[in-house]
């Protein structure tokens, strides 16, 4: 016996049902996966796919392409496809489709942006931009070349404490998701923009108050990842950079200059933090598109 059609509105209507009831998602979560689901059903429509059971795989890649054309954030054609994963999911469970046309889509990854990265010659003007002996600016060059030296998330570093820090050996500390710690190694220049803030600068800072964080705030409270995002943004002005920089953008030029330079993308990964070297692997994308951008440019046939 073959499978009864079922119209696109009680489809909808039985797997919101199913959300609340059975799965017990909240109602703001079940309105958000009800919206998501509204765009997919109006392409649906527009293609003369009257039932969830005419949708073929390529019917939900096409819709995702005409969200990105349309301008539509990553992280919102992700969430659609999300919702429309569940969907089949429940009427595949249901008996209501014969099967799952979601099983074989790649994953969101497909439509991830590629972090934004800078140039190393980039790199060394907003590391030079801090140039005075002000007791911030001798902090904020210690700060922008810690972030550089290690790929640290910007939480992390508003996180070092002094006891993180080892001169010894040359490393930090670093304080990562999930209270997970891994040691990542620190360059001379790093080394001794943090050996300059603490004997010139921190002091001074830490008159105001009593705090073991490595990186203190004017007041001599520890620094939030707030003022770390809006002294790097400075900074980048300064240095006359036309892009948007961030310390995200730091941790991924880190990553990227390291690959280029011949570094395994497993030690990467490790100095990231990252749990999967999945996640890691998105660099070698940027890596292959700066080859192709050199090719285009330079080769005689192109």
């Not at 696109?8 to 996966?33: H, K, M, P, Q, V």
């Not at 060394?124 to 600016?137: D, H, S, T, V, W």
């Not at 790093?190 to 073991?212: H, T």
């Not at 490790?270 to 292959?288: C, F, N, P, R, W």
Request: proline residues 4%.
């Amino acid at each position: 016996m073959g499978v009864m059609p079922m119209d696109w509105d009680t489809a909808i209507d039985d797997f919101l049902s199913y959300l609340e009831f059975e799965c017990g998602l909240s109602l703001n979560t079940i309105r958000a996966y009800a919206a998501d689901l509204k765009g997919f059903v109006s392409s649906a429509d527009a293609r003369d796919l009257n039932s969830p059971a005419d949708v073929r795989t390529e019917h939900i890649v096409e819709h995702m392409l005409g969200q990105k054309s349309r301008g539509l954030s990553v992280n919102s054609i992700s969430r659609q496809l999300v919702a429309i994963r569940m969907l089949f999911r429940f009427l595949v469970m249901e008996g209501k489709v014969k099967s799952d046309v979601t099983s074989t889509l790649n994953s969101p990854r497909l439509w991830r942006r590629l972090p934004d990265v800078l140039d190393m010659s980039d790199v060394e003007e907003l590391l030079k931009a801090p140039n005075g002996k002000a007791e911030l600016e001798l902090r904020d060059r210690a700060i922008l070349e810690t972030l550089y030296a290690t790929g640290a998330r910007v939480s992390e570093v508003a996180g070092l404490t002094l006891n993180d820090i080892n001169f010894e050996y040359t490393f930090v500390r670093c304080h990562g998701k999930g209270d997970k710690e891994r040691l990542v190694p620190l360059g001379q220049k790093a080394i001794a923009a943090i050996r300059e803030y603490l004997q010139q600068a921190r002091p001074k800072l830490a008159r105001r108050a009593n705090s073991p964080n490595l990186f203190l705030s004017r007041n001599g409270n520890a620094l939030d990842r707030e003022s770390i995002w809006r002294m790097v943004k400075k900074y980048a002005l300064k240095a006359g950079i036309n892009k948007k920089v961030t310390p995200h953008t730091l941790r991924h030029s880190f990553a990227t200059h390291m690959l280029q330079r011949g570094a395994d993308l497993r030690a990467i990964q490790e100095m990231l933090g990252h749990a999967s070297v999945v996640t890691t692997q998105i660099y070698t994308h940027v890596d292959k598109d700066r080859l192709k951008a050199i090719h285009k440019k330079y080769h005689p046939r192109p």
